[in-house]
């Protein structure tokens, strides 16, 4: 076909992360679902809702706080993974948007370089300013998936 690539890629990075973290979403968000309490899923079946509907419109809503928290830890992991990232892209500095080329992440730049930066550099300070800018995208993304979360907590409580 033409295309050309690396054998350590984006992509072999996407199914390593999806394989390191798919069991921690699923495991939490189980947990979501199953505390939903058995009588409310009883009530909606006695109404006369087929299982399907009582499955997307009250289990999957009643849960669906802890399916969200469950996601934002997943993606949380993916995001401040280094090692897996480093060893599944190569350690390529230079970056594109071909998922068939190599990459490399904030968080796994600043476990590669600093060891090496001399203290009170440029290169050193640069470094620690990607550590701050990285705690401060996540401090954002978190701050707000929580507030998120709130809010679905308050419209689909039981009451």
Do not use: C
């Not at 295309?3 to 979403?25: C, K, S």
């Amino acid at each position: 076909l033409g295309i050309t690539y690396d054998q350590r890629n984006a992509l072999v990075v996407g199914i390593a992360m999806g394989f390191a973290v798919i069991p921690n979403i699923y495991s939490i968000a189980e947990d979501a679902v199953f505390s939903v309490p058995r009588g409310l899923t009883l009530g909606s079946l006695a109404l006369g809702a087929t299982p399907w509907q009582t499955l997307t419109r009250v289990v999957i809503l009643t849960a669906s706080p802890g399916i969200f928290s469950a996601l934002m830890i997943g993606m949380g992991r993916a995001v401040g993974e280094t090692m897996i990232v480093l060893m599944a892209t190569g350690n390529t500095p230079i970056m594109d948007f071909n998922i068939f080329s190599g990459m490399r992440t904030l968080s796994a730049n600043i476990a590669v370089e600093l060891p090496e930066a001399p203290h009170h550099g440029t290169l050193y300070r640069t470094l620690f300013l990607g550590a701050m800018v990285l705690f401060m995208l996540t401090f954002f993304i978190n701050t707000f998936a929580e507030i998120l979360r709130q809010r679905l907590r308050e419209r689909y409580k039981l009451t």
